[in-house]
């Protein structure tokens, strides 16, 4: 079955970066992108990127460009989401989730979730 | 303040019909597929509608979406006291950026 599994919590201070993961399982990874969507609390939903597993080639939405990275590691079907420069507005909870293709959002399978709690 | 444009609390009673509303423009919702997802209380969004008016298997008759224009709906019919949740829409715009409605909680009384 379909599985997208990430990696735990994490608490960071201003300033400092994080890495979080999705290990995927349960289907030919190359053959649908992967996203990253962002919710902090009690407020909704935020994209913030995609990867093409295949190619490794990635798109960011503008409030990330320049802080975010995504990159993947075929070999154990795992992508990953790097946020730098730590802000306590980043706190929230990151779900990667995959896509059949460009131009939809039709996330089909969800990641947990990782709560990335930023505080001094 | 999002893009896509939905009410923030929407309500129903047990049996009752709600609609919820997304409003966007030419560049977004005009030209694309929309997606609804639900979301209960500390979970991962669920697809619900994909493709203005399609459901994934598994998910009830009950809910159904449509769209016209620049602006889509979902419909809940029958509504159920497990249908209390947070609803969003989504839509992949012209410049393939995902973007999200600010989402909408419903209350079943």
């Known amino acids: 079955q379909v599985q997208l599994v990430q990696s735990g919590a994490e608490v960071k201070k201003p300033g400092a970066s994080v890495k979080v993961s999705c290990k995927t399982s349960g289907y030919i990874f190359s053959n649908f992108y992967i996203h990253w969507v962002r919710q902090a609390p009690g407020q909704g939903l935020e994209w913030m990127g995609k990867?093409?597993?295949?190619?490794?080639?990635?798109s960011y939405a503008q409030t990330f460009q320049g802080r975010a990275t995504m990159t993947r590691d075929t070999s154990t079907s795992t992508v990953y989401m790097d946020l730098s420069g730590l802000r306590s507005d980043d706190t929230a909870v990151y779900y990667c989730a995959r896509v059949p293709g460009v131009g939809t959002a039709r996330f089909d399978y969800w990641g947990q979730g990782t709560l990335v709690t930023v505080s001094s | 303040q999002s893009v896509l444009t939905q009410p923030p609390s929407a309500s129903g009673t047990p049996g009752q019909r709600v609609i919820i509303s997304c409003s966007g423009s030419?560049?977004?919702?005009?030209?694309?597929?929309v997606t609804w997802y639900q979301q209960l209380p500390g979970t991962a969004p669920k697809l619900l509608i994909y493709s203005n008016n399609q459901r994934p298997s598994g998910v009830p008759d009950r809910f159904s979406g449509s769209k016209s224009g620049t602006s889509a709906s979902l419909a809940i019919s029958g509504l159920q006291s497990e249908d209390e949740a947070d609803y969003y829409c989504a839509v992949s715009d012209d410049s393939l950026t995902v973007i999200f409605g600010g989402g909408t909680k419903l209350t079943v009384l």
């Open positions: 030419s560049s977004n919702i005009a030209g694309n597929p």
């Open positions: 990867i093409n597993p295949s190619s490794g080639t990635t």
